[in-house]
């Protein structure tokens, strides 16, 4: 497997590692005969084998980013376009090709936008407004994530959930005017998933939380005004993702108050959403630091680089969790007779590639 | 190497859907290759409208002028050409009232077949059923073109029940009765001629527990074309029921199917098995004469199913749902045959097998004689062999052989190179050589 990597890697070189590829094929072939370490059952030469091998490839990936520094400078020299940057592999661009993909120019989907059932919030027609419960046994950690909460989401009213049925608070916030109801689920005395509910006849998503953390215990934690915040909703790209992108914006009022320099994030990486709540502000930085700062990181372009730059500084404040969407169901909550829209089934996991928001 | 999922789809024989979505778009999807082709969206028509949605489809199917009947959303009714979407005739069925409510939404819809054989063919004959449950049955005369003139004739009007929704309706294949069931209303049959009511279903008694479970039909069918007096119902809770009108009025028999309500019935040509959908995308087939599941669908599916459609000849079966995806399905081996991405929510799907391409043997109709039909037989199951043998090659090549190959590829590679510098002494000496000319051509490059 390392060794069809390395091939990949190599593929993009230039004229300078072309000599050398030949040798290193033969390195790696011998290496491939040579028994690997972790057959060896004599602890003492394995050990030497294997503090042998580690040795080599140390020496060899540097032999590779010096001539691959050297080849950099060459290209400067002799005023020629660097060679490309290599981009490794990762799994996110990897990804399996999905066609369900909204494209930029799909008529079909901002009709569909239109037609749904957040447009009225997210056209600015109502304003939204929240109704925060929980599950009915609620303790510790619930409760100081909910004050958290109302405090990141602005028109959010927490009502006790007692001992009423979910269907009957459905009912009840639909004659209220509310337009979404969020229910913390606890289990443990621990936060482990959130339903957010669209109204009057919106989609219902459950969501696996984990990773909670609220804001006394993050370290250097700022405390959020009251300001509208602003929000970034980050790579929700099918047409699933947007539509959990569209739930998520409509629990949010759309009229952002800038001054407030407050943002709310919801970073969707491999169907894994991420929310992160800061406080930023804007700074200039003297001319030294950030050439200084260029030079490591790109070289010689540094003679570019404006007097002044005006960078972004990021507080954390309020909690910090990660969301897991498990179904999205068509219509307000009901688990008997719902249906689905989308419901993870064991057997749609057939890849690591595979991404569904 | 990372583990990707290969969509193994054999591909389909040639066939015409129509699907329709939430947004009031008519696609129509066909496969022209003769040989296991891929579906394709070829044709669109409407404008994307919510209030535009569908609620019921009906179409004739036939080679001469097939017709379409589709109950929008605003309480419209049209009537259009499924070959290329134009529209015949509009009524609005908001009888004198303007606001299109819940309670006047067309559920069910049918186009008659055979009155308008006898009649002009200027004309059509419709039974709309709403959700209150007023029916009717009313003959439309098409305009010549779509200038959507067109004059409601005759027009019979009846209530079929007192209470509650109804959700499914259905007319058999004779087109003498239809039945009707629902929300709160159990499944009756109705004399289409005299407009009498034949035969009420009873609910089943209470359980153990003393717990009655509530009507709530969700969706019906009838098991056989020319036969009226069999036909199975799903209900919300999740329950699928057969009932026989000549034996008894509790079902015959009725057995449970997954968590989630039965959302879509379609029953096989075959006359006993019949196809489930519910309402988080599960489907299996199950044949009626023993109540035993044959088998599950599985194909990645997760959205509700909304609709599921028997192709009348081919053994494919469709179906569509709330995942925007069409699929299409082999009857025999219960193998994806392929998937179509239309988008929005698809509400339902028809075929029209009317269709054939265009320099391939016609594809035999209905009326034809049997001999003939037999020879559509074989000429579907000679393509069934082929998939059967391909795929079993591609197993092959998945598995082991594609190994084998790979493995002999790169011996093979090995060898070369050993053979191009056998004289090399030991790996650590030549390593370092090559560190060394790295080093070198680093330093020249400098």
Known sequence: MGGKRKKNDESGNDEVEEETRSSKKKMRTEKKEQLRPSTIKNKEKRSEVHAKLKRQKKLEKRAKAKARDAAEKRALELGEEPPAKKVPRTIENTRELDETVCKPDDEELFAGNDADEFSSILNRHHTPKILITTCRFNSTRGPAFISELLSVIPNAHYFKRGTYDLKKIVEYANNKDFTSIIVVHTNRREPDALLIIGLPDGPTAHFKLSNLVLRKDIKAHGNPTSHKPELVLNNFTTRLGHRIGRLIQSLFPQDPEFKGRRVVTFHNQRDFIFFRHHRYIFETKEVKKTESKGKKDKDGNSENVPENKTIARLQECGPRFTLKLISLQHGTFDTKGGEYEWVHKPEMDTSRRRFFL | ?446
């Open chain 2, 1 to 446: 190497m990372p583990r990707t999922t290969t969509l193994v789809c054999p591909g389909c024989p040639p066939f015409r859907a129509l699907t329709f979505d939430s947004l009031g778009l008519i696609k129509a999807v066909e496969v022209r290759d003769k040989q296991r082709g891929v579906p394709q969206v070829v044709e669109r028509w409407g404008d994307p409208q919510s209030s535009k949605s569908f609620i019921a489809v009906s179409m004739i199917d036939r080679n001469s002028n097939p017709l379409l009947a589709v109950a929008r959303k605003n309480g419209q009714i049209e009537v259009l050409s499924p070959v290329n979407g134009d529209i015949q005739a509009s009524i609005s069925n908001a009888d004198g009232l303007d606001i299109p409510s819940q309670e006047n939404d067309v559920t069910g819809l049918h186009l008659f077949t055979k009155q308008n054989l006898e009649s002009d063919s200027r004309d059509c004959t419709l039974l709309t059923c709403t959700t209150k449950g007023n029916a009717s049955i009313r003959s439309i005369e098409l305009a010549d073109s779509s200038t959507g003139s067109s004059c409601i004739g005759s027009s019979k009007t009846w209530n079929v029940c007192s209470g509650g929704n109804i959700l499914c309706s259905k007319v058999d294949g004779n087109e003498k009765f239809a039945l009707f069931g629902g929300k709160g209303v159990e499944i009756n049959i109705w004399d289409l001629d005299n407009l009498t009511k034949i035969w009420t279903s009873k609910s089943p008694p209470k359980d153990s527990l003393g717990i009655f479970t509530p009507t709530w039909f969700t969706s019906a069918t009838f098991l056989k074309k020319d036969d009226h007096r069999k036909f199975v119902g799903g209900t919300n809770s999740h329950q699928v029921r057969l009932y026989d009108i000549s034996a008894q009025r509790r079902p015959v028999l009725s057995f449970d199917f997954r968590e989630t309500p039965i959302k879509a019935l379609a029953a096989d040509i075959d006359g006993y098995s019949i196809y489930i959908g519910n309402g988080s995308g599960d489907m299996a087939s199950v044949d009626t004469r023993t109540g035993k599941m044959v088998g599950c669908f599985t194909g990645k599916c997760s959205g509700s199913i909304r609709s599921i459609v028997r192709h009348p000849e081919l053994p494919v079966v469709a179906s569509c749902g709330l995942d925007g995806y069409l699929r299409l399905w082999d009857t025999n081996t219960r193998q994806l045959l392929s998937a179509v991405f239309l988008k929005q929510h698809i509400l339902h799907v028809l075929f029209d097998s009317s269709f054939n391409v265009e320099g391939m043997d016609l594809l035999p109709s209905k009326e034809q004689t049997p001999t003939e039909i037999i020879v559509t037989e074989e000429v579907e199951a000679s393509p069934l062999k082929r998939k059967n043998s391909s795929k079993n090659k591609e197993n092959i090549l998945d598995g082991s052989e594609r190994k084998k190959k790979s493995k002999t590829s790169k011996e093979r590679k090995k060898s070369e190179e050993n053979g191009a510098h056998e004289k090399t002494a030991s790996r650590d000496e030549r390593s370092k050589a090559a560190s060394k000319k790295r080093n070198k051509n680093s330093n020249q490059g400098l």
